[in-house]
């Protein structure tokens, strides 16, 4: 029951002339300004923003019956709604926004479709922001990041230790709600790929380990040979001979070892 004198004057009239448009939405905008869940979105930071573009007593005046109407179910929801919509830009699927329809503020059907959705929403960790509660609904502009790929020329994703870092400095003048979850699954492939890099060069060393050892052994057993195939010459030969041979038998390994 309305309480100011106002309101019960129009509770009069509309049942003398239950008729007249223009008094019923007199009654109606009434009605919303008394509702407590009215006076509590007047007070609430986060709906400042939408209460005065849609809902403020001047634009009460302004809508038309039909959407004073769509404005009376709006309000007791609407605080809740933007609660959780602030709760899933800092921690939900912020992607899952663009799947909406344009929300109309005049609809109730509309905005309920958005509360759906953002209390069905999970918890994936803390999406990196700038979007203040008080603004919460510059996220369905088309201007906001959502996704570092939509930037990804800006980053250095070879240094995903700094990215927190990199998004302050490279998106300090754009709007942006990036999702932890991307975050986290950039940092994952990076650091596979990093730990296929560091298998591939464990197991390169190791083929070069058994090479060298090959070579090694093969040397060793060659030296050994061709020492004893000396000695046993060593009676028929000249000094200055058996020299030369051992010198271009050293190159000759030389050569194998350097060309493979």
């Not at 923003?49 to 769509?70: D, G, W």
């Not at 400095?169 to 990076?190: F, Q, T």
């Not at 060069?201 to 050994?224: D, G, H």
Request: glycine share 4%.
């Amino acid at each position: 029951m309305l309480k100011t004198a106002t309101g019960k004057l129009y509770t009069l009239l509309t049942a003398c002339k239950p008729e007249d448009t223009r008094i019923k939405k007199r009654l109606l905008i009434t009605e919303i300004l008394e509702m407590p869940e009215y006076r509590m979105l007047q007070k609430y930071q986060g709906a400042a923003s939408v209460m005065e573009e849609y809902y403020s007593p001047a634009r009460l005046e302004e809508a038309t019956y039909e959407q004073v109407l769509e404005i009376q179910k709006i309000v007791p929801f609407l605080e809740e709604c933007i609660r959780k919509l602030y709760g899933m830009l800092c921690h939900g699927e912020v992607g899952q926004l663009r799947k909406l329809p344009k929300i109309d503020f005049y609809n109730a059907d509309s905005l309920r479709s958005l509360q759906e959705l953002v209390t069905d929403s999970k918890n994936i960790g803390t999406n990196f922001t700038n979007i203040p509660e008080c603004d919460v609904w510059s996220v369905f502009s088309e201007d906001v990041v959502l996704s570092l790929e939509d930037k990804a020329e800006l980053f250095d994703f070879e240094d995903l230790e700094t990215l927190e870092v990199q998004m302050i400095e490279k998106l300090k003048d754009m709007v942006y709600c990036i999702p932890a979850r991307e975050m986290a699954e950039r940092r994952r492939r990076y650091r596979e790929q990093e730990r296929e890099k560091e298998t591939a060069r464990i197991r390169f060393q190791i083929v070069e380990n058994k090479i060298f050892v090959k070579k090694l052994i093969w040397s060793l057993l060659s030296i050994a040979a061709v020492m004893y195939q000396f000695s046993k010459s060593i009676l028929f030969v000249t000094a200055e001979d058996g020299m030369a041979a051992v010198v271009i038998y050293l190159i000759a390994l030389t050569a194998y070892w350097i060309l493979g």
